[in-house]
């Protein structure tokens, strides 16, 4: 049997967005077919069942928003700078209220994450690079003398990557712009400003 030619990234992607607007259970082959324009057969070849593309997405998930937070934090300028530029962009994405950019790891660890060891271990997996990478982060600030805080570094990933979570399942309330904005700011100033 011949595999199916296709941009793999790109049918994870769209996997991702059926997901993401459904959840797992309620997304079905038919949803996931029309997402990403293939047929069930081809699904089943790549990823072995639905199972296996929500894997499978999960991966390009974690792997795009690593890409991602690269592109904030690897520019050189001022470490608060960028994470309040990129605790902004984590907002928009929220308020925007377009489910390409939800946060897939949320939904996948609200519905998911107690009953599959996969998908809880590349969401723990996920937690743990993105913790410590940012406390390499916050270590430099604390090294070069832009924070003095009393706890360490990864303390302060920690307490960050907390606030985002937070952030993002209260906005799964559709609260008032303003209200996440303001909250936003609380969490940058709780980590940053306070101790800079």
Same mark, same amino acid.
């Given at each position: 049997?011949? &595999? ?14 059926? #997901? ?24 089943? $070849? =790549? %990823?072995?069942?639905? !199972? ?10 974690? +792997? /795009? !928003? ?6 904030? %934090?690897?520019?050189?300028? &001022? ?7 990129? *605790?902004? &962009?984590?907002?928009?994405? $929220?308020? +925007? $209220? /377009?489910?390409?950019?939800? $946060? ?12 599959? /060891? ?5 969401? &723990?997996?996920?937690?743990? @690079? ?7 982060? #916050?270590? =430099? ?11 360490? @570094? *990864?303390?302060?990933?920690?307490? %960050? ?5 937070? *952030?993002?399942? %209260? ?15 609380? *969490? ?5 400003? !306070?101790?800079?």
């Amino acid at each position: 049997m011949r &595999n199916a030619e296709f941009d793999r990234e790109q049918v994870l992607r769209q996997a991702m967005t059926a #997901f993401m607007a459904k959840g797992y259970a309620k997304t079905s082959m038919q949803d996931l077919t029309k997402a990403t324009g293939l047929h069930p057969g081809s699904i089943y $070849c =790549a %990823f072995d069942n639905k !199972r296996g593309l929500l894997l499978a997405a999960l991966e390009q998930y974690v +792997s /795009d !928003r690593n890409e991602e937070f690269a592109l904030f %934090f690897n520019n050189g300028t &001022n470490f608060t700078k960028q994470l309040k530029a990129y *605790l902004d &962009n984590i907002v928009q994405e $929220c308020l +925007s $209220c /377009d489910t390409a950019k939800a $946060c897939l790891l949320t939904k996948a660890l609200n519905e998911l994450a107690e009953q599959d /060891d996969d998908v809880r271990n590349i969401i &723990n997996r996920y937690l743990q @690079s993105w913790h410590q990478a940012l406390a390499v982060n #916050f270590q =430099a600030a604390i090294e070069n003398g832009q924070l003095t805080p009393p706890k360490s @570094s *990864l303390h302060l990933a920690r307490y %960050f990557v907390m606030g985002i979570y937070g *952030l993002r399942t %209260f906005a799964q309330s559709h609260p008032e712009p303003e209200v996440l904005n303001d909250l936003a700011e609380q *969490l940058y100033q709780d980590t940053c400003l !306070r101790f800079s």
